[in-house]
């Protein structure tokens, strides 16, 4: 339990999102976790994110585990009623992976999908509540179980959000706490003026803060994402720089490498590193750390 040790000894710890394939063949999903697996403290297995069918977290978190890697698993809210989100839980401990993230998951109308129908039996403070419940030894029904689960639990925060105070924020962030959460991963960061209203207001490291460094494709995906993603500011001069530079794909991962010793400086718990589809990229990004 790497991570746990390290959020336990206020050390800064890296998160690498590693995206399950849309198919069987796991041999690229497995050499590109390989290759950092000494520089990552646990892989991020998502839960299908973007209502896009793949291979499970559960499946690929395994998958990893059995190679020596740590993860985390992403449990949400869309596809599972309590009684499988509960059976999920209890495999994933019984095959070793000891850290869970909840989340409530994409609406499906937004994925590959779009005729499916959304679940949500629970919500994400009923999930949370069902995590805690198994630990303590009973499921949803009050029933014991024959050995409990022992999780390091996380969720997501936005830290950022527009249009909403950090106030609401902390103060949801704090029902989430109560009901058992251990750290937060939040939205893609570009800028540490985008979230200073929120860290101004919390500990950081007391609620274990782990920001996302979204590796960057190009230019087009920076305006994109600064045009239309509404809680991910990206500012002017980064366009900008990557407009000028002779090797944009380059540039993007300097700069992806920037923001992560920067957070790790600033005083964050660490950092979640999200390369969608660019894992290759992984070695580039951390060697410069």
Request: net charge negative.
């Amino acid at each position: 339990m790497q991570l746990k040790r390290k959020f336990d000894a206020g050390e800064f710890a890296v998160l690498a999102e590693m995206e399950p394939p849309k198919g069987v063949d796991v041999s690229k999903m497995v050499t590109h976790a390989m290759r950092v697996k000494g520089d990552v403290d646990a892989f991020v297995v998502p839960e299908m994110s973007n209502a896009v069918m793949r291979m499970s977290s559960l499946g690929g978190a395994v998958i990893l585990q059995n190679k020596g890697m740590e993860t985390v698993i992403q449990l949400n809210c869309r596809d599972r009623n309590r009684i499988a989100l509960q059976a999920d839980l209890l495999a994933a401990f019984g095959c070793g992976v000891t850290n869970v993230m909840a989340v409530t998951g994409e609406d499906p109308s937004y994925g590959d999908h779009f005729q499916a129908r959304s679940v949500y039996d629970i919500d994400l403070l009923e999930l949370l509540g069902a995590i805690r419940g198994l630990q303590e030894g009973k499921d949803m029904a009050g029933i014991e179980l024959s050995g409990a689960p022992e999780f390091l639990v996380g969720s997501t925060v936005n830290a950022g959000a527009k249009g909403k105070s950090p106030e609401l924020v902390i103060e949801e962030m704090n029902k989430e706490i109560k009901a058992g959460v251990q750290f937060f991963i939040s939205p893609p960061l570009f800028d540490l003026s985008a979230i200073e209203p929120f860290t101004k207001k919390v500990d950081i490291k007391k609620a274990k803060i782990i920001p996302t460094v979204l590796l960057l494709k190009s230019l087009g995906m920076a305006r994109y994402i600064m045009r239309n993603v509404e809680d991910v500011y990206v500012p002017d001069s980064l366009v900008d720089r990557i407009r000028k530079s002779s090797d944009k794909v380059r540039e993007c991962t300097l700069i992806a490498s920037e923001m992560v010793s920067l957070l790790k400086n600033e005083g964050f718990s660490g950092v979640h590193i999200a390369t969608l589809g660019w894992e290759n990229k992984l070695p580039e990004i951390l060697e410069r750390i």
